[in-house]
């Protein structure tokens, strides 16, 4: 008889922050919970809930004082990212969950906080495609792919993105055959009703709709972006 | 000038129960809340935060004693379904909302609970593939769709195919044009690492290891919902 194989506990945090877009975060962390041994974390600044954009809060489960360093830190996006990625105290958490975890990932616009925490720079990495032309500022190398993976870094598309960007981690972490019987558990087999899910294969008139929505918030948000990263990147490499 | 359509608020709820799969719901959740002047509520028996099956919890935002008529109920599933299906508090408030709502609806193995609240008695009707089997002794017409419609019922596949049935509704609801401005916006364009997400994809090995995973809590299990399926039967069909 062998041996049961002890497998350390992989712990998973996630960044939360008011206005996250819960997709980002809650799609990964089913796929992830399901790595077997794994714990997930959500971690924010109070233990306050935190308001999500889909009109209902998540609860924390650690803080940024009290939050154990993580295995994976994985980053979510949202209209929220903005505020966050000019919150100092974010930032600082962030900077240092890195600096102590073996993967350091997002999903969503959650590329532009990482970016903004000096931790994109000479990267790889993709982000939702309405934000992709920002990656360049915060001295990473845009890749117009799904799930884009560099040394330890590993980022993800807009928003549904993280649920293949959690499987193709899964399948890193713990093999093929495990991330195969994770996809059929969640019965990913997935079928969209329109094939219009990224600018390349949407009609010229659900484009106009998109530019239209967001059109009055995009000068100051592109403002502020530009912003985040050029403080990041008037700071010294090793921030 | 045309005066602006004032569109009433869609009020959709999901019920919240110990041990849900997050995913079931959180996917609808983010897709339906794009619906524009939509209100999400997530419906539980007590106020307190409801452990999920992806080791954090959710938080309510209404009770069975004090939730609004909702306009589109779901019901999530998970492996605390079969609990939430022997439980009469949460069978009578899904009966309740049920009978109010315009759409009665559910994502993976929420369809069980559905059936166990006599709700698919004559309706086609898909679940999670593993749990397919139950759908006929709920008196429901079992069918092999990702999403199945059939008047104002609406069930989704397992897990992940929450967002599909997300989108489908948001086609039925406010156009095609719109659901697919969503779909845009959630980067909807699927890329599974695995060809493997259904029983009928799937390698055999991973099929074998699916089945090991399960094999101890299958017997059990099969049993209650067998036990659920025959008390609803049992009832006059107004149930």
């Known amino acids: 008889m062998t041996e049961p194989v002890i497998r350390p506990v992989t712990h998973i945090a996630f960044l939360l922050f008011p206005n996250v877009t819960q997709l980002d975060l809650t799609g990964p962390a089913q796929v992830l919970s399901r790595l077997g041994n794994a714990r997930i974390d959500l971690v924010a600044k109070t233990s306050d809930p935190v308001p999500t954009d889909a009109g209902f809060a998540l609860l924390p489960t650690a803080t940024f004082a009290d939050a154990a360093q993580p295995d994976i830190l994985c980053i979510p996006g949202g209209f929220g990212t903005q505020d966050a990625m000019e919150d100092e105290a974010t930032l600082a958490w962030v900077s240092q969950a890195a600096a102590g975890a073996t993967w350091v990932t997002s999903v969503c616009t959650g590329a532009l906080l990482l970016g903004a925490a000096g931790l994109l720079r000479g990267y790889r990495a993709t982000t939702h495609w309405a934000s ?18 560099d040394r330890n870094r590993a980022t993800g598309g807009g928003v549904t993105a993280g649920i293949d960007f959690g499987l193709a981690l899964t399948a890193v972490l713990r093999g093929e055959a495990h991330a195969k019987l994770v996809q059929l558990s969640l019965e990913y087999d997935p079928a969209p009703p329109f094939d219009c899910g990224s600018p390349g294969r949407a009609d010229a008139e659900t484009l106009d709709r998109y530019k239209a929505l967001v059109a009055r918030s995009v000068p100051e948000r592109d403002a502020r972006t530009r912003a985040a990263a050029e403080r990041m990147m008037a700071e010294p490499l090793d921030r």
Chains 1, 2 share one sequence.
């Open 132 to 149: 992709h032309h920002h990656l360049a500022a915060f001295g990473a190398i845009p890749v117009h792919e799904r799930v884009v993976f």
